[in-house]
């Protein structure tokens, strides 16, 4: 499957944003756990936030907790961003994982079989 992320862009502290993750296969999407991975300017890739096939069970990194929303329909992954902090500036890349069921969600990079190419975001003070 092809991933295509969009929806970055350059906002202040405290704004928000709403990042989509489109998949070439619709037909299919259900089929995979899909997650929202960033990687900030001289540091790893981290986990962000993860979604299962049937959208049913959600986890979050404890850093945007409460502040970030991910939800899917048939077709799109969306991250909603509130309270934007300087520190979320990074590179944000959806992943998809085959394979694990209807329920389970993917928090680990190593585990991801599909990535799209990042959309930026930038949050100044």
């Known amino acids: 499957v092809q991933l295509q992320a969009s929806g970055g862009g350059l906002v202040q502290a405290g704004d928000s944003l709403r990042l989509s993750c489109a998949a070439s296969?619709?037909?299919?999407?259900?089929?995979?756990?899909i997650a929202w991975f960033r990687q900030a300017p001289g540091k790893r890739r981290e986990f962000v936030a993860g979604?299962?096939?049937?959208?049913?069970s959600i986890y979050y990194a404890d850093s945007v907790k409460g502040r970030f929303t991910i939800s899917r329909d048939n077709a799109e992954v969306y991250l909603q961003m509130n309270s934007l902090r300087p520190e979320d500036t990074a590179v944000y890349y959806c992943?998809?994982?085959?394979?694990?069921?209807?329920?389970?969600?993917?928090?680990?990079?190593?585990?991801?079989?599909?990535w799209g190419k990042g959309t930026l975001v930038t949050v100044s003070s």
């Open positions: 979604i299962s096939g049937n959208g049913g």
């Open positions: 992943a998809a994982k085959s394979g694990v069921g209807p329920f389970r969600v993917v928090t680990d990079i190593n585990a991801i079989d599909y």
């Open positions: 296969e619709r037909t299919t999407f259900s089929l995979y756990a």
